[in-house]
Structure formats: structure tokens, C-alpha cells
Nanobody
């Protein structure tokens, strides 16, 4: 089992920036594709960005050009740099690790963007 611990959420004004971090521990051989999902009130959880062990990335269209995902394999940590934040980015952000059909999830961190 992989344990994921997130940090870095908070409250910022529109146009501001935040950096989320997520560190994995436990069964490190199961650490594979890592990424971030988010869930806003009344909405389904959606993929924000993901990154493979080799560094290939994928982004939701809504965050392209504003968010950057990166990882440090030596530290088993994935980051999400969020710039030009908008009120619609407000959500609980969840770190995830995926190995084949298995997903591990963090506890979530709240990101709130004020106008």
C-alpha cells in the first residue's frame, strides 16, 4: 500500500499562485504514475494533471498553461505549481498514485480562490 500525504493548500486571491506537494511512502515499488485530481462542491472528481516516472505529463484543458506538475523520484514526491489561479479552481485537491488498475489517494487539501 502507498500512503500519500499532501500539503500546500490554502486561500489565495484570483491571479495568485500556490504550490501543492505530495509525498509517498510505504510500498515504494508500487509508486508509478502520480498526479492530482480535484473535486469541487457538487461536482465529480476530475483529473488535473499526471506525470509518469519518466516525466511524461498530461493536463486537463482547463489548467494547461497555468499549472505545472513535476516530481522528484528520489524523494517520492510530486508537485503541482498553480499560477494565474481562478475562482473556478476552488476545490479539494487529491494526490493520487496509479499502478495498473490500482489507485491510492491522499486525504485531500483545500484550495480556495477568492475574487
Amino acid at each position: 500500500q502507498v500512503r500519500l500525504v499532501e500539503s500546500g493548500g490554502g486561500l489565495v486571491q484570483a491571479g495568485g499562485s500556490l504550490r501543492l506537494s505530495c509525498t509517498a511512502s510505504g510500498s515504494i515499488f508500487s509508486i508509478n504514475v502520480m498526479g492530482w485530481y480535484r473535486q469541487a462542491p457538487g461536482k465529480q472528481r476530475e483529473l488535473v494533471a499526471s506525470i509518469t516516472r519518466s516525466g511524461s505529463t498530461a493536463y486537463a484543458d482547463s489548467v494547461k498553461g497555468r499549472f505545472t506538475i513535476s516530481r522528484d523520484n528520489a524523494k517520492n514526491t510530486v508537485y503541482l505549481q498553480m499560477n494565474s489561479l481562478k475562482p473556478e479552481d476552488t476545490a479539494v485537491y487529491y494526490c493520487m498514485n496509479q499502478l495498473k488498475a490500482r489507485f491510492d489517494w491522499g486525504q485531500g487539501t483545500q484550495v480556495t480562490i477568492s475574487t
